[in-house]
């Protein structure tokens, strides 16, 4: 009995260390919020502008971009920081043009606030200039923030990361449909194949419903598809030709839930790591999946990675294409390269990530 009472009083304790945390950070950024709103602080904003700016590029299909700004908007002003120049996502433009519009501007980082495809977009106008680029993760795969660290579903932090984080060099890939097509940056993945025709084929309600689970449905339906005759360079030399069911070039490797597609991929290593993907009936599907969740896949059941600079996939069949989760048609040809090091990234610092840790907001 007395282990009983023991128990309970230790459980309460420590629901009353978390509760409190919390509340502390929630403390702290409606104090940062008042400190927006206060008209004596705006008037000495005016008086002297921050010594920085940032764009923010927002998906408005993402968030409510009202909302959004106006944290971002409190929170600069609370780090000294510039009221950031707000720029909306279009159908025509998915950030790519905002982002110029951003770099002309002259603001000292561009913050994309988004899925992977504004991500992308935006990294495609920063990619080999020397403005950093910030990240707040609005999407389901959130893949190139799961990669570099950055916090999901905590906004403000994400925010104060793009403001103050370090500075991280990656690299991109490009990919071309066509010898001399145009080139499309990606940060993550891009793939031909049976990863693309699924990602073409997921419904997009059911992916805003359920997340990703939206990928297995559409996946579900696609396993069961013929390989494809594929010849693949390495670098303009290594030569195979196989099978196929997906080819895919990855600048890096971490996909929901902990899984490590390419468990060999490092973001700043110069190399594009290239996954074949070649079973021929369902009963080899699952030696895929068991490569894939054993990170073994590099030379794993009907899968195997190889690292290289460029690759070149030519294929009998026209396949579909994805960069980053985005559907770009379906091609007979794919050339993929990297640019080492194109892109510099905002990342938390050990004293940022020590901070999201305890949840204690620095004022
Ligand atoms: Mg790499």
Redesign the pocket.
Known sequence: MTWLVIGGLVVVLLLAFFIGRRTGTRLALKRVRQYARNPESSDAEADHPGRYRAALIVNPTKADVRRLASTAEAICRFEGWSPPLVLETTLDDSGEGAAVRALDEGVDVVIAAGGDGTIRAVASALAGTSTPMGIVPLGTGNLLARNVDIVLDKTEWALRIALWGRNRYI?VGTAKLAEDGDSHVFTVMTGLGFDAAVMADTNSDLKSRVGWLAYVEAGSRKLAGRPSHVKVTYDNDYRISARVRSVLG???GKLQGGLQLLPQ?????????VLIVSPKNIGQWVGVLASIVGRRATKGLHTDIR?CQKVVIESKDELDVQLDGDALGRSGYLEME?MPSALTVRVPTVEQRRQIRAEAWPV
């Open positions: 690299d990855g600048n890096c991929a490092v973001i700043d290593d110069g190399m594009l790591d690292k990297v």
